[in-house]
């Protein structure tokens, strides 16, 4: 697989004006972070692989993300996970319907992480929850050579970058490839949290992002109207939907901050749609949307 150059866009929302870096559009079934984190297991050639685990939540972007690249490869796929409820087992959606249908094989487990590093040997990748690894910076590299030449072609003068953030991956790397600010914000953890986890992939805190936050917090993954509401007029004033996980709690964060932040705001798009399908599910029947 070749991937194409993402598409970047001016749009607008609340009347003020951005850029808008669609990674969402790399490929059909690999896009997003997760396509970067993971560009390197497929670029490269692993001759004795011969299956890839990993661990994480039921409706993990990057559980289906590797999935697929599993499937590519003709890897078998392992993945843990804390809990899988009832209800989802016997009406399979969003990632977890689509992972299932590319072969993987999930266990519930109340140590996840272990279980996933038990079953390491010399046929075996493991990845770590979110991709968050040293090999993620491949992909990463070329998302930041793109934007520079996005950044060049469309004759912007004081750029600087915005994505959320679960392990802070793209975040870091992109920092470490970029002369200009990244901003980003957790939406796992607080600023503790997010800081931790570059530590464990890069030692030279120079090269960390800033971390923007905000006066309400919001918790991974429960459902708050206020945060559906803002998605639903994300897809009214820019015609592109975003990501229910992970995009809607960035943009919270960032309207908050937005008047201190000067220049040329460039958001990154960080996929995730297939995700949607699952956090709509549950939108509707918590809150009774009708419009969905």
Not at 38 to 62: D, I, M, T, W
Not at 194 to 208: A, C, D, R, S, Y
Not at 228 to 242: A, P, S
Request: with cysteine; aromatic share 16%.
């Amino acid at each position: 697989m070749i991937f194409q150059i993402s598409p970047f866009h001016k749009s607008f929302f609340q009347n003020r004006e951005f850029y808008l870096k669609r990674d969402d559009l790399l490929h059909q079934d690999f896009s997003g972070n997760k396509a970067r984190k993971f560009h390197y297991f497929l670029e490269k050639e692993f001759l004795h692989v011969k299956r890839v685990v990993s661990y994480g939540s039921n409706q993990s972007n990057a559980m289906y993300s590797l999935s697929v690249l599993a499937k590519m490869k003709n890897w078998e796929f392992i993945y843990f996970c804390d809990h899988i409820p009832t209800f989802l087992k016997q009406n399979p959606v969003g990632n977890y319907k689509a992972a299932l249908q590319n072969g993987m094989k999930i266990f519930e487990t109340t140590n996840r992480a272990f279980r996933a590093q038990s079953l390491k040997d010399e046929d075996t990748l493991v990845i770590e929850e979110g991709g968050r690894q040293k090999e993620a910076e491949f992909g990463l590299k070329f998302l930041a050579y793109e934007l520079q030449k996005d950044i060049e072609e469309n004759g912007l003068q004081k750029p600087f970058v915005f994505l959320p953030s679960g392990t802070g991956t793209t975040a870091l790397f992109l920092q470490k490839y970029l002369s200009f600010p990244v901003f980003t914000c957790s939406t796992v953890g607080d600023e503790e949290y997010l800081k931790k986890q570059w530590e464990m992939i890069e030692e030279n805190t120079e090269n960390f992002p800033k971390i923007l936050t905000a006066t309400k917090k919001y918790h991974y993954g429960k459902l708050n109207l206020e945060l559906y509401e803002l998605w639903r007029d994300l897809k009214n004033q820019t015609n592109v939907e975003f990501d229910l996980m992970y995009d809607v709690v960035g943009w919270k964060k960032l309207l908050e901050n937005w008047q201190n932040l000067d220049g040329d705001l460039i958001y990154i798009h960080q996929g995730g749609i297939k995700g949607n399908e699952s956090m709509l599910q549950r939108y509707k029947y918590k809150y009774d949307i009708i419009d969905l």
